[in-house]
Nanobody, 121 residues
Framework: QAQLVESGGGLVQAGGSLRLSCAAS??????MGWFRQAPGKEREFVAA????????YYTDSVKGRFTISRDNAKNMVYLQMNSLKPDDTAVYSC????????????????WGQGTQVTVSS
């Protein structure tokens, strides 16, 4: 049975960096993405990577600071987060699906359990 397991969250000061990892097992997905949900807010798209050219997609608020990457041999996807801000504090979830460039929750069919990222000011 396919599943996604995230790791790498934690507490970091503003301006710092974290790298989230997501291990996919059971199958390879065309698109892997990251979403986040802050307290009291709806879950939002952060970044995605689609195979077949390695195209990356980002929400505007993280462009230039976050980088999504994949290791296809290990079936892993990563989210390198630099210049973190308190507004980046959220539970970050890995997601997988088959839609190229997917940015909406409904386009993803498998979700991880989430990992907490807290950025202190």
């Amino acid at each position: 049975q396919a599943q996604l397991v995230e790791s790498g969250g934690g507490l970091v000061q503003a301006g710092g960096s974290l790298r989230l990892s997501c291990a996919a097992s059971g199958r390879t997905f065309y698109t892997m993405g990251w979403f986040r949900q802050a307290p009291g807010k709806e879950r939002e798209f952060v970044a995605a990577n689609s195979l077949g050219g390695g195209s990356n997609y980002y929400t505007d608020s993280v462009k230039g600071r976050f980088t999504i990457s994949r290791d296809n041999a290990k079936n892993m996807v990563y989210l390198q987060m630099n210049s973190l801000k308190p507004d980046d504090t959220a539970v970050y979830s890995c997601a997988a699906g088959a839609v190229i460039g997917a940015t909406r929750e409904s386009e993803y069919t498998l979700w991880g359990q989430g990992t907490q990222v807290t950025v202190s000011s």
